[in-house]
């Protein structure tokens, strides 16, 4: 009998995560193995349980999905990683794969595509929607940034991070908080993403956050 792929999820919506393990375990040669809400636990539970490939959700507890990422590649270098997101791939998708994941896909995709997803991963190769495709060769090749680049490019995954709880309506002081952060910290971000983006002050700041935020993060 072949010996199935094993897939650890990391997510922390329990009717994400069950959907998700329902449609890998429905396949003859993938099975679910696990699943973490957090990256703490991700970590201590993919050392125990050694799995094919890791699925990480951005949106985590305390330390975010990008973190967990890194942390991943960092001890497992050869784990394949994918990404599903609800955050718009045209601005997560290439940080997931420069933090080391091999795929982005966003929860919205069709369940085929992200079976498709799964098995690219698993074979080592990239996978990434047609226009982030088209997007990194534009890059790869040279030539000019296309039309409709954010200007939330030029943040960090942190300071990106930071912008989003702003605009869903966490103060200075629980935004430390949710990321074992020190307020000090937390305000250096602000500064930086003001002048980063050009705003002028705390108005404006929570202004851009707040449409950013509510636009479904779409750049």
């Given at each position: 009998?072949?010996?199935?792929?094993?897939?650890?999820?990391?997510?922390?919506?329990?009717?994400?995560?069950?959907?998700?393990?329902?449609?890998?375990?429905?396949?003859?040669?993938?099975?679910?193995?696990?699943?973490?809400?957090?990256?703490?636990?991700?970590?201590?539970?993919?050392?125990?349980?050694?799995p094919?490939?890791?699925?990480?959700?951005?949106?985590?507890?305390?330390?975010?999905?990008?973190?967990?990422?890194?942390?991943?590649?960092?001890?497992?270098?050869?784990?394949?990683?994918?990404?599903?997101?609800?955050?718009?791939?045209?601005?997560?998708?290439?940080?997931?794969?420069?933090?080391?994941?091999?795929?982005?896909?966003?929860?919205?995709?069709?369940?085929?595509?992200?079976?498709?997803?799964?098995?690219?991963?698993?074979?080592?190769?990239?996978y990434?929607?047609?226009?982030?495709?088209?997007?990194?060769?534009?890059r790869?090749?040279?030539?000019?940034?296309?039309?409709?680049?954010?200007?939330?490019?030029?943040?960090?995954?942190?300071?990106?991070?930071?912008?989003?709880?702003?605009?869903?309506?966490?103060?200075?002081?629980q935004?430390?908080?949710?990321?074992?952060?020190?307020?000090?910290?937390?305000?250096?971000?602000?500064?930086?993403?003001?002048?980063?983006?050009?705003?002028?002050?705390?108005?404006?700041l929570?202004?851009?956050?707040?449409?950013?935020?509510?636009?479904?993060?779409?750049?």
């Amino acid at each position: 009998m072949k010996t199935k792929k094993t897939i650890f999820i990391v997510d922390d919506h329990p009717i994400v995560h069950q959907g998700l393990a329902e449609l890998i375990n429905h396949e003859q040669d993938l099975a679910v193995c696990g699943h973490a809400e957090d990256a703490n636990q991700a970590m201590a539970e993919i050392k125990k349980l050694n799995p094919s490939m890791v699925i990480v959700d951005i949106s985590l507890r305390k330390k975010n999905g990008m973190e967990l990422i890194k942390d991943i590649k960092a001890q497992y270098p050869a784990l394949p990683i994918l990404t599903l997101s609800m955050h718009d791939e045209t601005l997560y998708a290439e940080r997931a794969l420069r933090a080391g994941a091999r795929g982005y896909i966003m929860k919205a995709e069709a369940t085929e595509n992200v079976i498709t997803a799964i098995r690219r991963v698993l074979d080592n190769k990239l996978y990434v929607s047609e226009r982030i495709a088209d997007r990194l060769m534009h890059r790869m090749v040279g030539s000019r940034p296309q039309a409709g680049s954010s200007p939330l490019d030029c943040l960090s995954d942190r300071e990106l991070e930071v912008l989003l709880l702003i605009g869903q309506g966490h103060g200075t002081r629980q935004i430390a908080e949710k990321l074992y952060l020190s307020i000090k910290t937390i305000e250096t971000y602000r500064a930086h993403i003001k002048e980063k983006l050009n705003l002028t002050n705390a108005a404006e700041l929570l202004r851009y956050s707040i449409q950013w935020a509510n636009s479904g993060n779409k750049v």
